[in-house]
């Protein structure tokens, strides 16, 4: 074999070694190409489109939910036995919106202490909330149906404007017996400084029953518009708001009125709230305070025109193993007799004393919570122990012992019928 026939062997077994490399690399560019079309990094119009069709399906699905709730509440006799139904739904309609839905179907049975003496079984449907939140650069203004808290220390209500459904159960958290209202609401955030405005267009009272609130009902339809504004400035480690709101109060007043079948009628305060509220925080320590001027308020059975302060002081507390612990102490004018022909209504300071708990266990599936109260007059205290267990993703289970002891002349205004009950809670989700 000559020597140029040698030559055009070996570079014909050479040849296809030199070029594996950029023949490997030609194939993982390929590769790398489609993952990053894969990924919608390099993806066309046609494939970006049919990626985000997808996307909504799922979003739709997840964003939806429906729980089935059944509570039974065990004292002397049962006194609650619900079925619920709740429907919750958020999305993100559009950049920079958020619409939030949550309706509750309860169907008492005819052992519940709401059916009075009847006892006749029935459902009742309660809107929660349904709202409409847009944000634009530093603000946002929030329409429809949802709750406003003000105020700072847990448990009291110096400065608190939202009603309560005292058919619900109060087990550990006040936010279960808030009512939401339909309003509007904005907040805008300058720097270290928050400005928050509302508007109701037609005021709320407290739920007292679900059946046979006729007078209830023709009073509040009676009632106009509440607004209010809030200037919040924060420091570090402090927060001080001041206030301002014209209000309706929650609660019906009881009126001696001659003019009236029975010498009395029911009535509402309209009064001006002028409040300020400060938290400081002190290493794991938070210190608080709300203090409030009511002006003008009706005063129960005389109904004059009177003006008070209110005043709560509390702290709130987390051990390095995550223990939170809360107190407080509320301040109010109530008052104790009613008018007679011969000497006017007596009021007295009330004190208001509230102590909770709470940790998380099991990797948070787990949680314990405690909630005391205590009024001097009339004297009740109220004590409950609240175990709530999340099985899985569907399946939750809540547990709560709860103990009253009240004066014989305030049986009405305790929390429960009973001494001792217990609260069980099954929930389903999916």
Known sequence: MSLKGLRCILSLLVLPILMQPQIVHAE???LLEDDLLDDQLLAGDELELVFEEGSKETSWRQDFSVTVQQTF???EKLE?????????????PWKGAYLHLDNKYSYYAHHDQ?????????GHNKLQEAWLQVSESACMAKLGRQGLYWGVVEGTFALDISPFDFTEP?????????????????????????????YVASASLDVLKQKDTAQLDKLENTLREEWGVRVTQSWEGLDIALMYAHLYGNTPLTLIDISQPGGIRLDVSRYDLFGISSSWAV????????????KDRLENYSGKEVSNVEAALGFEYTTYNNHHLNAGI????HVTQAPTLLEDTKSETVQSW???WSKTYFNDDLTMSFLGLFLNEPQILTSTVLAQYQWDDYWSFSSALSYTDAEENAQSLALNDSDFNLLIKVQFQF
Do not use: H
Request: charged share 20%.
């Open 73 to 75: 509440l065990q004292g």
């Open 330 to 333: 509320w301040l109010f004018e």
């Open 170 to 198: 109060l087990l550990t958290d006040y936010s279960n017996i808030r009512l939401s209202q339909d309003m509007l609401l904005a907040n805008c955030y300058f720097a270290t400084t928050q400005l928050q405005s509302f």
């Open 283 to 294: 290493g794991r320590l938070l210190l608080e305070l709300d203090l409030a001027y009511k």
């Open 354 to 356: 509230t102590m909770g």
């Open 114 to 122: 709401q059916l009075g003496s009847a006892g006749v079984s029935f």
């Open 80 to 92: 609650i036995s619900r079925s619920e139904l709740r429907l919750e739904y958020e999305v993100a």
């Open 28 to 30: 993982t560019y390929r």
